[in-house]
């Protein structure tokens, strides 16, 4: 009964790099968040998106970042040009149906480091 | 737009001891909150949820909260500390700011318990 597996757990970047992070939410589950954790903050939202459609994307950054869910395959947070103030713990959270009630399941997370 | 404030960062309690890590929210609409418990190096667990009905809710491992729509309060609490209860907490609720279906944290509070 896996829950919502992320990789790779730790992404070491150099500045003007390209970092990929990938989601895949509990099984059976179509609707996935990602959310960016800064250090000594809480967590921010980022998008949200259900099978091939992004539905929120009021918390990502309008330049270098990206997200997808394919129809096949985990959801990708796509990072280009990364600089240092990209360094933080990316989580995402998957939930079975959509609505502001329903429980979000995370994942262990993902932190990067922009050298 | 609405907002989370968690008034303590950090709370060192002797083990055995009850707890209560406070939490403030603000919101022009009606309002869902969770509380979610963070361990080192790991995702986001939830504790416990307040949708509607009773102001007192009750969670895994012994946590309670209560919802006070007066106060735009919902304070967590443990009557009793363990060891294993130190780790990161984080309030939390559901609506605009978040997306539209997003989470909107407050900064989190680190429950330190002491032996």
């Known amino acids: 009964n896996a829950g919502v597996m992320q990789n790779p757990r730790h992404l070491v970047r150099r500045r003007g790099q390209e970092a990929r992070l990938r989601c895949s939410p509990v099984?059976?589950?179509?609707?996935v968040y990602w959310y960016r954790q800064l250090p000594e903050e809480g967590l921010k939202f980022m998008v949200y998106?259900?099978?091939?459609?992004?539905?929120?994307e009021s918390g990502m950054p309008k330049e270098r970042f990206s997200a997808e869910f394919p129809k096949e395959g985990p959801s990708i947070l796509r990072i280009q040009q990364v600089v240092r103030g990209d360094s933080a713990a990316y989580f995402c959270?998957?939930?079975?149906?959509?609505?502001?009630?329903?429980?979000?399941?995370f994942g262990p997370g993902t932190r990067l480091t922009v050298l | 737009a609405q907002s989370v404030t968690q008034l303590d960062s950090q709370v060192p309690v002797f083990e055995e001891a009850p707890v209560e890590l406070r939490c403030n929210y603000s919101?022009?609409?009606?309002?869902?909150l969770f509380w979610y418990v963070q361990y080192p190096n790991q995702g986001l667990q939830l504790l416990l949820k307040y949708l509607s009905g009773s102001t007192l809710v009750k969670g895994i491992n012994g946590f309670e909260a209560e919802f006070n729509k007066s106060q735009t309060s919902f304070h967590l609490r443990k009557p009793s500390v363990h060891i294993s209860d130190t780790a990161e907490y984080f309030c939390a609720v559901s609506g605009p700011g978040g997306g539209a279906d997003g989470l909107t944290f407050g900064k989190g509070t680190h429950l330190i318990i002491q032996p």
């Open positions: 099984k059976g589950h179509s609707h």
């Open positions: 998106l259900q099978k091939e459609n992004i539905i929120d």
């Open positions: 959270a998957s939930s079975p149906r959509a609505g502001r009630t329903d429980t979000q399941y």
């Open positions: 919101s022009s609409v009606s309002v869902y």
